[in-house]
């Protein structure tokens, strides 16, 4: 199903959704749609910081990267971290 690009309501309720299912490359390309609409300052300021995030960005990251992050949440010991980083790496 598609939006329509100037709904940004949808965008940002299919974006929510997407992140809450842990999908958040999808998730960021709708928010990132929803704020070309209709922009919103505390929208955005929550994406730069989330898509800032190491648990969320590790699709693309290097074996030694992972590891490093991976070895840094369990030296801290944050499960919701871990937890993000193993979901992120499944295939």
Do not use: N
């Amino acid at each position: 199903m598609r939006l329509e690009p100037g709904h940004a309501k949808a965008h940002f309720a299919r974006g929510r959704a997407l992140y809450l299912l842990s999908d958040f490359g999808r998730a960021f390309w709708h928010y990132e749609r929803g704020l070309e609409a209709e922009p919103r300052p505390a929208i955005s300021t929550w994406l730069a910081r989330e898509q800032r995030r190491a648990e969320l960005a590790v699709a693309d990251a290097a074996p030694s990267v992972l590891r490093r992050r991976v070895e840094e949440a369990v030296r801290v010991d944050d499960s919701k971290a871990l937890s993000l980083l193993l979901q992120r790496c499944s295939p």
